[in-house]
Every structure is written in C-alpha cells, then in structure tokens.
C-alpha cells in the first residue's frame, strides 16, 4: 500500500520567512514523488517533481529514502505563496497518484 | 491550447438519482484520472482510463462507474446517489499510459451535490 502523510493542515508564516511544508510517505519501492499546489480559485497543478531536481517560485523538495520524506522548502516566503500545498505519490506499479491531506499555508504580510 | 475541461461546473441531484460528470482531456493526452475531494477527505483516487480501458479503480462501490470513448473524453456516473457522494470531483489527464508518473493536469472540477 502507498500512503502520503502532511502532518500540518495548517502552516502560517509571516513574509520574508523560512517554509517548510512536511510530507512523509510509505510505499515498498521506489515512488515518485511531486508537489502540487492550489491557489486561490485555480485548479491543481504541478510545483514541483523530486526527479527534475528543479526549483520553482523558490521552492525545493529533496527526497530522503532513509526517513522517507518530501519537505517542501522556502528560504523566503512571499505573500503569493499563499495556497494549498499536496504532497503527491506514484508507485511506479499504480500508475496514479496518491495525495496527502494537503497544507494551508497562510504567508502574513 | 485549452486545459482539461469538466461538465457541469455545479450539479445538484436527488439521494437515489444517477448523476453524469464528463471531462475533457488536453488534447494529445490518452490518459483520463477521477478524483473525489469531499469535505475533510483530501483527494481520493477514483479511477484511471487509458486508451478506452479502466486500468486501476480506487477503493469506491461499483456504483462508480465510468468510461472513456474514442476521443479520449470519459464519463463518471454515480448511480444510487447517497449524501455523503456529495464532493468535488476532479478530472485529470496526462500523457501517455506511464499514468501519473508524468505531469498531470487537472480540470476546475464538477461540484456536486446531493439532497
């Protein structure tokens, strides 16, 4: 079974601060792993995937096998960044994607 | 190029009627994915359809049940409908039939609800 864990539904951070959005998984094999993020009356799309190593809008993921973990990362949060934040999962024997519960992040001005 | 485009936008139903939802995939996309986000429940995975054939099924009753046809649309259809199917259903596609492994992307949804 695949299981994708965001311990925090709620994230509140003031502008210009650090982020750290948590995410833990379980899966027997080697996943996939993204983050998919929802602004305020649009639709889910992709942020950011472990596989492409790339930073997008200032956010990083590094997956880390031994503790099983996917935390979304921020040096400086912007206002903007306001949204909810999925933490996502492919075993690569599904084919689909298994969410977590999602994060509210809340930037303050 | 136009995203993934679901119908209707909001739909409002009886407890024992059958509701219809459809989506549209981005064009070039074989893959269609259904999700359910109700209240409280994150997103859970419905269905997945790739080249007309339903390929993985979530841990839903039969009475979800879909198709996709020739041009790649698919069809959910909820029958017996019961109030806690009210939710928001997303539609997504994606490439090829790696399934999500590739970028998915996501429709604006179908809000449904059950009276």
């Known amino acids: 079974a695949q299981r994708v864990t965001q311990p925090e539904k709620l994230l509140s951070v003031f502008k210009g601060a650090p982020v750290e959005l948590k995410c833990n998984y379980s899966y027997s094999g080697s996943p996939e792993l993204f983050w998919y993020v929802q602004y305020s009356r649009q639709r889910l799309q992709l942020l950011l995937r472990?596989?492409s190593r790339e930073s997008i809008k200032g956010f990083t993921a590094d997956l880390n096998k031994g503790e099983t973990s996917f935390h979304l990362k921020k040096p400086f949060a912007q206002e903007e960044d306001s949204a909810m934040y999925y933490c996502a999962l492919v075993g690569t024997s599904y084919g689909k994607l298994t969410f977590g519960q999602g994060t509210i992040l809340t930037v303050h001005p | 190029e136009a995203g993934v485009t679901q119908s209707p936008t909001h739909l409002i139903k009886t407890r024992g009627q059958q509701a219809t939802l459809r989506c549209s995939p981005i064009?070039?996309?074989?893959?269609v994915y259904w999700y359910q986000q109700a209240l409280g429940l994150g997103l859970q995975f419905l269905l997945w359809y790739d080249e007309g054939e339903e390929r993985n099924r979530g841990n839903f009753p039969p009475r979800f049940s879909g198709r996709q046809f020739p041009n790649y649309s698919s069809e959910l259809n909820v029958n017996a409908l019961e109030l806690e199917d009210s939710a928001l259903y997303l539609c997504?596609?994606?490439?090829?039939?790696?399934?999500?492994?590739?970028?998915?992307?996501f429709g604006q949804g179908t809000r449904l609800t059950v009276v």
């Open positions: 997504a596609s994606s490439l090829g039939s790696q399934g999500m492994e590739t970028e998915a992307f």
């Open positions: 472990h596989i």
């Open positions: 064009s070039g996309h074989t893959s």
